[in-house]
């Protein structure tokens, strides 16, 4: 399949592999996915086989590969026909690739090009078999004994060391995906050796299929049957039972010690009716052999981005209900923090605005108001002090209590708590079901768990009541706490500025003593309808600024008892029926009437300012606390949205199992 090809088809294959390549790549990076894909092998069979190589008329590459002094640069100079390739006794010396080639495959500059892109640089000509002893650029020899239709390399031995510190795998690895056959070399005791044949076995299967020749170095007392038997063991860990159709031979050669001390070239001998060596390789159809791998290739390529998908789809998804997660948890974090707000500004107002657009007659029922209330704060200043508990209104004295510190104490747990929740592994936080974004989140673990039924690291959701949920998730992976969350200035420093930026917020803004103005003269207007009583009652406003309760702020809570102004705070991420209430207990000294009427009149005042207060406190907290986990969440979404996209449509491209394609 030639890149420049005319047929549409392969164009749009080629387009597709080229997507993928980097799809993959990109989402593995930005998402670092947990998958069992082996990326760089994904990504070297794309790279050096199908995207570049997908000419059928380029030669075929055949590697010599083993294990140490199995007798590799001995195979090689008997197919060159002389010695080229360091002979050595000792396991590991050749540190470079040795190619072999005709030629005039060195004349074509394109073919040669392409062919040894997957090394990472053109082989250098070959000066000194020295030069094969130490690291560096591969090197070849032009031999014309070699087919004009091959190449062949003499890699490096890929089991020198041990499993923590192979000296040359990672560079025999790349070098062998490259090829299209592979001649595997063994000994009698190599033959069975589960972690070199595991090797080979990912390199002849694990994207594709390649063929193999099997060349068994043994004793001269080895009947056929036992060498025979021996590589069929080989192929079998190789391929499984199935190996047939891509085993091209097994052949065998004898222990010579003339051969081993480089004074001699290696005989080649066929087992079990097989071609001679070179015929055998001579006869490999390299349109077929290369049109048989693309095939098998494209399925596992299929497969493999397919796995990327789902493991990126998966990993979007918590990152979404994460993202969410925190979204709830930095609401919750805000209605902890007014737990206990100051709302007296808002009646302190209200009486201000009364007190000037008030009658000269009706200011001594305030004073007389005042000094009535004198007992009225000595008790509930008492009381207040036994009411303890989340469950009630917090009853705090102006007197005892300022509540300004108390707001501030809780603004600083609430963060703490909050920084802390970020902090974890997981999180868990409680929703409202009815809610929109609640119900997103839910939608989303139930797909995950229908999706992915055997993960055990799957969001949970755990029904609290018939409104309310708790969902819990783990952090993904992607988004490390640690660097997030303690990145800029210290936690403490935060602390403090969120403090600072939360100074006066107690006080009434211009646009919320807009809305008393309206709300006193609209009542006043309206006055002309209530008794005398009414207006005297309310003149006793003065002793709602300290007997009104704090605020208190409540989900789903029973608001019932005494009169009472029920705010409704604006709506949250994922918090439903959040409410401040300001009690007006009876001994104001209104009747029941009169304080549902005065809670009537101040609700959408308190709302007004409440709503205010507690957007701007969740913004802050966003600001100093949660702030850097969400930009981190949205920008790992954004950036993987693109390249998932074109995965999705790029795999579409590529045929699937069963296919003729």
């Keep these: 399949m030639r890149n420049n090809s005319g047929d549409g088809q392969l164009s749009e294959l080629h387009r597709a592999l080229i997507t993928i390549s980097h799809s993959v790549r990109t989402l593995h990076e930005v998402l670092r ?27 075929l590459m055949v590697a010599i590969t083993g294990g140490g002094s199995t007798g590799k640069s001995s ?37 040669f090009k392409s062919l040894f892109s997957a090394f990472g640089a053109l082989p250098e000509p070959l000066n000194s078999i020295e030069e094969l002893l130490t690291p560096g650029t591969p090197r070849f020899v032009a031999c014309d004994e070699v087919p004009t239709n091959m190449v062949v390399l003499d890699t490096p031995d890929f089991d020198t060391g041990d499993r923590e510190s192979y000296a040359n795998r990672e560079l025999a690895k790349p070098v062998l995906e490259a090829c299209d056959v592979l001649v595997y070399i063994f000994t009698n005791a190599t033959y069975n050796n589960r972690e070199n044949t595991g090797f080979m076995r990912q390199v002849l299967t694990g994207i594709g299929s390649r063929k193999v020749a099997l060349v068994y170095r043994c004793s001269r007392t080895y009947s056929e049957d036992e060498v025979v038997q021996h590589a069929q063991t080989v192929a079998r860990n190789l391929y499984g039972d199935e190996f047939g159709e891509n085993l091209v031979g097994i052949y065998r ?39 048989d791998f693309v095939r098998s290739a494209l399925l596992d390529i299929r497969r493999d981005a397919q796995m990327t998908l789902d493991s990126a789809a998966l990993t979007r998804m918590q990152l979404e209900v994460y993202g969410d997660a925190v979204q709830v948890a930095t609401s919750w974090a805000a209605a902890e923090a007014l737990k206990a707000f100051p709302a007296a500004a808002v009646s302190k107002r209200m009486l201000e605005i009364w007190e000037e657009s008030a009658p000269r007659s009706k200011k001594v029922f305030r004073s007389i108001g005042k000094v009535a209330a004198w007992p009225a704060q000595r008790l509930l200043a008492a009381g207040s002090r036994l009411w303890g508990g989340r469950s009630k209104p917090e009853m705090l004295s102006e007197e005892s209590v300022d509540p300004n510190k108390v707001f501030r104490e809780n603004l600083q747990l609430s963060s703490n ?38 993960r055990v690291d799957l969001p949970v959701v755990e029904e609290v009541n018939k409104s309310c949920v708790n969902i819990r998730i ?59 009583r009414g207006e005297l009652a309310l003149s006793s406003l003065p002793t709602l600024a300290t007997l009104g309760a704090l605020t208190y702020v409540v989900c789903s809570g029973d608001l019932a008892g005494a009169a009472t102004i029920q705010a409704k705070v604006v709506a949250m991420f994922g918090l439903n029926d959040l409410w401040a209430l300001a009690a007006i207990p009876a001994s104001t000294g209104l009747d029941k009437i009169h304080r549902d009427k005065l809670a009537k009149l101040l609700q959408p005042i308190y ?27 949205e920008e790992t979404l954004d950036e993987s949205r693109k390249p998932f996209a074109e995965l999705a449509a790029a795999i579409q491209q590529l045929p699937k199992g069963g296919s003729n394609e």
């Design 75 to 111: 195979l090689f100079n008997a197919l060159m026909g002389r010695e080229i390739s360091a002979v050595k006794a000792r396991a590991g010396h050749s540190r470079r690739v040795l190619a072999g080639m005709h030629s005039s495959v060195r004349a074509e500059e394109d073919f």
């Design 607 to 633: 709302e007004s300012w409440l709503n205010e207060k507690i957007v701007k406190i969740r913004d802050l907290q966003e600001k100093y606390v949660s702030g850097s986990m969400l930009a981190a969440v």
């Design 253 to 291: 050669v004898n222990e010579d010690d003339v051969v081993a001390a480089g004074k001699g070239l290696m005989k080649v001998e066929p087992v079990a009716g097989c071609l001679p060596f070179a015929a055998m390789l001579t006869s490999l159809d390299r349109t077929q052999t290369r049109a």
């Design 474 to 532: 783990s952090r993904p992976t992607v988004l490390e706490a640690d660097k997030l969350m303690n990145a800029g200035v210290l936690w403490k420093q935060r602390l403090q500025h969120l403090c600072e930026e939360t100074a006066g917020m107690g006080e009434v803004s211009p646009q919320i003593d807009q809305q008393l103005f309206a709300l006193v003269n609209k009542f006043r207007a309206e006055m002309g309808t209530w008794s005398k």
């Design 33 to 59: 996915l947990e998958d069992k894909l082996d990326l760089d092998a994904f990504q070297q069979v794309l790279d050096s086989k199908l995207i570049i190589q997908l000419n059928p008329d380029y030669p």
């Design 417 to 454: 708590t909050l920084r802390n929740k970020l902090m974890n592994r997981d999180i868990t936080v409680e929703a409202a079901r009815r809610n929109q974004e609640c119900r997103h989140m839910i939608q989303l673990v139930e797909k995950m768990r229908a999706s992915w039924q055997s």
